[in-house]
């Protein structure tokens, strides 16, 4: 009965997507594990063998992807030119005489979200070494002020114990569906699945995809279950600001103006190699080279992304000229 109240303690709490504000907190100074070496084709990761997935509500679920398409923006994906970006989370892009701002972590959840859906059952994997461990995974992530954890939930040990029960009782399918391999007897995570070639998610955020794994996923329904784990994983992999994260340009340019202070060079080289605030992820090569041809690729872009800001025009040529024909 314990163990029932606890693990519905855990079911309730409904924390919010990391913010700005979370990547400031302790979790950055453990140690996370690493992902293997990712390939350096581009798309979707192709199996050897590509399994036939006939599950009706996977199949209803992808039907409506399709039924839900934006016809004028996937033109626009399809067709675009890219121009740079404006930040981490927003580039620039060309199609036909038209400018435009793109939401690179709307677009970026949005292009996962499907991408599950469409490679169901057939991902690659990405190893984790170490492999993670959920309880610690969990703890921390009880720690972040958006867990929504409170006294009266219980102990956060207990709490993050219940976690490693319940994901383990989930192995089976996390694996058989989503290349997510879970060990029964560690209770650690060895694997992630592989959405795209080239691409590994920040996992720094991996704590609180664990969290919400367990309390954000509805497993009791086979459709919504899906539906759910896979907004949830494309929430973790999607691209989005990170205060931690500098591009190298960034990080040549830091190293001049340490050198005009006169600081001394070398000491600051290496201490950007040993701190983890210089991640050594290029984060505009994956935006341009992986990201943005991926949409080109297998994106479908809701109707909702036409209303909500993912996709704004800034500039038109026609209009530029006639301002300059009347200048």
Request: proline letters at 6%; a negative charge; one cysteine or more.
């Amino acid at each position: 009965e314990m163990e029932s109240r606890e693990t519905e303690a855990v079911r309730r709490k409904r924390p919010h997507p990391t913010t700005e504000e979370d990547m400031q907190t302790e979790t950055h100074q453990q140690p996370y594990p690493k992902v293997s070496e990712p390939s350096r084709s581009k798309g979707r990761p192709q199996p050897h063998k590509r399994r036939e997935v006939r599950l009706t509500s996977v199949r209803g679920l992808q039907q409506e992807l399709r039924e839900d398409q934006h016809r004028d923006l996937t033109e626009l994906f399809q067709n675009h030119k890219f121009v740079g970006c404006v930040d981490q989370t927003r580039a620039l892009v060309q199609h036909q005489t038209r400018l435009y701002l793109v939401d690179v972590a709307r677009t970026s959840q949005e292009l996962f979200y499907q991408l599950i859906l469409l490679d169901f059952a057939n991902f690659g994997t990405l190893r984790l070494m170490p492999p993670a461990p959920i309880y610690d995974l969990a703890l921390l992530a009880l720690n972040m002020p958006d867990s929504g954890w409170t006294q009266e939930d219980g102990p956060k040990e207990k709490l993050a114990q219940c976690i490693v029960d319940f994901l383990k009782t989930k192995h089976e399918m996390l694996k058989e569906y989503f290349a997510m391999e879970i060990s029964e007897d560690s209770g650690c995570i060895h694997s992630l699945p592989m959405l795209l070639d080239s691409y590994s998610p920040n996992l720094d955020r991996l704590p609180m995809f664990v969290l919400r794994l367990s309390t954000e996923v509805e497993w009791e329904s086979e459709s919504e279950c899906f539906q759910t784990f896979a907004r949830e994983c494309s929430s973790f992999y999607s691209i989005q600001h990170d205060p931690f994260l500098i591009d190298s340009s960034e990080r040549e340019r830091l190293h001049q103006d340490k050198e005009g202070e006169g600081g001394d060079p070398s000491r600051h080289s290496s201490d950007a190699k040993s701190s983890s605030l210089y991640k050594r992820q290029p984060w505009k090569w994956i935006v341009e080279h992986v990201l943005f041809p991926a949409l080109r690729l297998d994106f479908t872009p809701p109707r909702k992304m036409a209303e909500d800001g993912s996709v704004l025009q800034i500039a038109d040529l026609h209009d530029l000229y006639k301002v300059f024909e009347r200048c």
